[in-house]
């Protein structure tokens, strides 16, 4: 029903700047919690960022908390990752995922719900050299 497709990856030096977009297709768009994993080779999968469905909440992982901002335009079903001040331990893959809620809870679980997402992007890869 909802296709992800993210944009915007590319190879950066460190300290430099990425905006990530995930263009969602299909309805109901604002009644999906939103956010971004990524996966470095031979790593576990990680979340990243997570917004609510109106975009009043926002959870990030400690590694990115003041680095990375997450939000969001419903009127464009889009969201989008900030990423300021790259680091080469920033260097995964970044997934753009969906989870549907049914009430507009906040987002402070979505580091908790990876096995619960509900559409996954394809990944676009995000390179920061030293």
């Known amino acids: 029903q909802v296709q992800l497709v993210e944009s915007g990856g590319g190879l950066v030096q460190a300290g430099g700047s990425l905006r990530l977009s995930c263009a969602a297709s299909?309805?109901?768009?604002?009644?999906?919690?939103m956010g971004w994993f990524r996966q470095a080779p031979g790593k576990e999968r990680e979340s990243v960022a997570g917004i609510s469905r109106g975009g009043s909440s926002t959870y990030y992982s400690d590694s990115v908390k003041g680095r990375f901002t997450i939000s969001r335009d419903n009127d464009k079903n889009t969201v989008y990752l900030q990423m300021n001040s790259l680091k080469p331990e920033d260097t995964a893959v970044y997934y753009c995922?969906?989870?549907?809620?049914?009430?507009?809870?906040?987002?402070?679980?979505?580091?908790?719900?990876?096995?619960?997402?509900?559409?996954w992007g394809q990944g676009t890869q995000v390179t920061v050299s030293s």
């Open positions: 995922a969906a989870v549907f809620l049914a009430a507009p809870y906040g987002i402070s679980w979505w580091d908790r719900r990876q096995k619960d997402i509900d559409y």
């Open positions: 299909g309805r109901g768009f604002s009644n999906y919690a």
